[in-house]
């Protein structure tokens, strides 16, 4: 593993690998016996503001011996219309890794070729693979892991997450069923790439949750189309509510990678209920992370 650029390109092994090292990592937080990037600095690109995503990495580069240096679009000639070509031509030569988190899947992959060195997706408009992980960790934990487990996710079918999701299921194997409207389907063109018989697609949020081990969602909106509330409008019968979760199997859980918008896509009574394990799930970013980080820096 050179980069990691998507859920779609690792492996089933690598993925399973991750995990279990993200397990030693947190059971050996505060007494980490070797310091993988010690000496190193990494630089963490972000065009796209973050809570979770920025103080997990940040804290994580630290923990594991190195020094995270941010850079927003504005402190770099991004900003100002530099290619991502030359911005990672430069950073190739400085830092010894970088973090992106930004719109375009074709940026991180186009800053791995460029810069020769270590590079994480920490968030595009294509894929999330940071919060899969560690949502799989969480999975791990809580229900022992998801071999012979269904889930289910409610809510925008095409989004980074969803697209993530239905990677992780054809590399692992569980059943995932997703629930969305159809004007927010994968394409055919996608399923048929994905061929994973295991990922279903439905118009119906009470088929995908029936019998379900976890359920997950996600704002309804993701970043940048903020401006599109029209949209929200076919989400209605998509939320992650009391009555949905009913169909759910016994011993459920409910995953939100964060922020919630209560009423939307998720209830109060629903969020709160489950609070525990989706904060469970967002402290694992932390741990999923320090993973990754400590297998590029072993390259």
């Known amino acids: 593993m050179k980069h990691l650029l998507s859920i779609e390109e690792l492996t089933a092994t690598e993925i399973s690998t991750l995990i279990d090292n993200a397990v030693t990592l947190k059971a050996e937080r505060g007494y980490h016996s070797e310091q993988p990037l010690a000496g190193q600095t990494w630089g963490m690109i972000f065009t796209k503001s973050s809570t979770r995503t920025r103080v997990s990495f940040e804290v994580g580069v630290r923990e594991l011996g190195g020094f995270p240096m941010f850079l927003s679009k504005n402190d770099i000639q991004l900003g100002r219309g530099e290619p991502i070509k030359d911005t990672a031509r430069v950073l190739g030569r400085m830092v010894h890794g970088c973090i992106i988190r930004t719109f375009a899947q074709q940026d991180v992959v186009d800053f791995a070729e460029y810069s020769g060195i270590p590079t994480i997706n920490a968030l595009t408009d294509d894929e999330h693979p940071c919060q899969i992980l560690a949502d799989l960790l969480t999975v791990k934990e809580v229900l022992g892991g998801w071999e012979g487990k269904k ?51 439905t118009t119906d949020p009470v088929l995908a949750a029936k019998g379900a081990h976890v359920i997950n969602t996600d704002v309804w909106l993701s970043m940048g189309q903020e401006d599109q509330k029209d949209k929200e409008e076919a989400f209605g019968p998509f939320q992650v509510n009391a009555a949905l979760l009913q169909n759910a199997a016994e011993g459920h859980v409910v995953l939100h990678c964060l922020p919630a918008y209560r009423g939307k896509e998720i209830t109060e009574e629903v969020l709160e209920k489950h609070a525990d394990v989706i904060f469970q799930e967002a402290e694992n970013r932390l741990h999923a992370q320090k993973a990754i980080l400590v297998a590029l820096a072993k390259r």
């Not at 997450?161 to 409207?181: C, N, R």
């Open 151 to 201: 889930i289910a996710f409610i809510g925008d079918g095409f989004s980074n997450m969803t697209i993530s999701w239905m990677w992780a299921a054809k590399k692992l194997g569980f059943e995932l069923a997703v629930a969305a409207p159809a004007a927010f389907q994968p394409t055919a063109e996608f399923l048929a790439k994905l061929d994973a018989p295991n990922v279903t697609v």
